[in-house]
């Protein structure tokens, strides 16, 4: 069964930093991984992903701001957050890629505010 569980979440300031993470319960080494998010009232949208051959693609609004990146041995996939804005509040999950499926981690919450 794959789970993806997600951690790092919680409070940032305006200009500060948060990382998250995603472990993913089976190996994940060709296969695509992103961050998405939802901010209350939106729908979801793209954060950023990465290929097996580690590239990536970022929504405009993150781009030098956000860093996505994978340690394929741990399975795992990491979302470095610098320079937050209160804009970036929502509920981050990470997906992947896998035989064909689409799977979801529960999602973590980040909120960013003074």
């Known amino acids: 069964q794959v789970q993806l569980v997600e951690a790092g979440g919680g409070l940032g300031q305006p200009g500060g930093s948060l990382r998250l993470s995603c472990a993913a319960s089976?190996?994940?080494?060709?296969?695509?991984m992103g961050w998405y998010r939802q901010a209350p009232g939106k729908q979801r949208e793209l954060v950023a992903t990465?290929?097996?051959?580690?590239?990536?693609n970022y929504a405009d609004s993150v781009k030098g701001r956000f860093t996505i990146s994978r340690d394929i041995a741990k399975s795992t996939l990491y979302l470095q957050m610098n320079s937050l804005q209160p804009e970036d509040t929502a509920v981050y999950s990470c997906k992947l890629d896998y035989s064909g499926m689409d799977y979801w981690g529960k999602g973590t919450l980040v909120t960013v505010s003074l």
């Open positions: 990465i290929t097996s051959g580690g590239s990536t």
């Open positions: 089976v190996s994940s080494r060709l296969n695509t």
